[in-house]
């Protein structure tokens, strides 16, 4: 099952979402995460940590999924 995370804004950048989603506590956490490879985004692995994500994308990280949700969208 998909964990839809709702946004306020047009985006969010992919470290601030692991935060918002409660994956990390801290930056430096997400920042691990990613660098490390863990982080899925629309089924590629993403190390850019200010990859922008929009309405739908969808993020896996330790074999859970999510989607951004916006209230545009």
């Given at each position: 099952?998909?964990?839809?995370i709702?946004?306020?804004?047009?985006?969010?950048?992919?470290?601030?979402?692991?935060?918002?989603?409660?994956?990390?506590?801290?930056?430096?956490?997400?920042?691990?995460?990613?660098?490390?490879?863990?982080?899925?985004?629309?089924?590629?692995?993403?190390?850019?940590?200010?990859?922008?994500?929009?309405?739908?994308?969808k993020?896996?990280?330790?074999?859970?999924?999510?989607?951004?949700?916006?209230?545009?969208?």
């Open positions: 099952m998909i964990q839809q709702k946004i306020n804004t047009e985006f969010i950048k992919l470290d601030s979402f692991l935060k918002l989603a409660g994956i990390t506590e801290t930056g430096g956490q997400a920042k691990q995460k990613i660098l490390s490879q863990q982080v899925k985004v629309n089924n590629e692995i993403c190390e850019q940590r200010g990859k922008k994500l929009y309405h739908q994308d993020i896996e990280v330790d074999d859970i999924e999510y989607e951004v949700i916006t209230h545009a969208g």
